[in-house]
């Protein structure tokens, strides 16, 4: 809200018509001011909601990609659809297998047709971890991949939040 900013005249002890009509302007005059800016801020509020609800067609979609790798090739966990953006925010594997083994992650960038590896750890027998070291986005088409040093060894799963661009 808007500082409103008007001096009020006091009122005198005997009534006087003069005085008694400053008051009124003052008083009209702290209704227009008012007045004109309520209207103000209600188009910006008007605006605001607008705005947001434009966005509002966009839908926020929570996703598990799990994954079970079977061989030593690179593997594609998870592709994003051409009409949407992704955010990789964990990457959780464990070795279900026997011995310490390496495994890797890429992002495919669609748009360059090429990978790059954002990374690598060794994963003990036995033991859990999250392999991406902090949150990834993916543009349309792009591609998060893994692959395993020794094939049979790791499963676990990828927690993406896919926002439809729709």
């Known amino acids: 809200m808007a500082k409103v900013v008007v001096r009020l005249p006091e009122p005198k002890e005997d009534y006087d ?3 008694q009509k400053q008051i009124n302007r003052a008083v009209a005059l702290i209704v227009e001011q008012l007045n004109s800016t309520f209207l103000d801020e209600l188009k910006q509020e008007t605006e ?3 705005w947001f609800k434009s966005g ?7 996703k598990n990609a799990n994954f079970d790798l079977t061989t030593t090739n690179v593997t594609d966990i998870y592709t994003v659809p051409s009409n949407s953006r992704a955010i990789i925010q964990n990457i959780h594997t464990a070795n279900v297998g026997g011995g310490n083994t390496e ?3 890429f992002l ?5 047709t090429t990978a790059f590896q954002f990374a690598e750890h060794t994963v003990n027998s036995g033991d859990s971890k999250s392999i991406s070291d902090g949150s990834i986005v993916l543009e349309e088409n792009d ?4 692959q395993a040093a020794t094939a049979d060894i790791f499963e676990g ?3 993406i939040l896919e926002i439809n661009r729709e």
């Open 17 to 19: 018509e003069s005085n």
């Open 48 to 50: 605001r909601f607008t």
């Open 56 to 62: 509002s067609n966009m839908a926020n979609i929570y």
């Open 103 to 105: 495994i890797k992650a």
């Open 108 to 112: 495919y960038d669609n748009s360059a």
């Open 143 to 146: 591609k998060l991949q893994l």
């Open 157 to 159: 799963t990828c927690a």
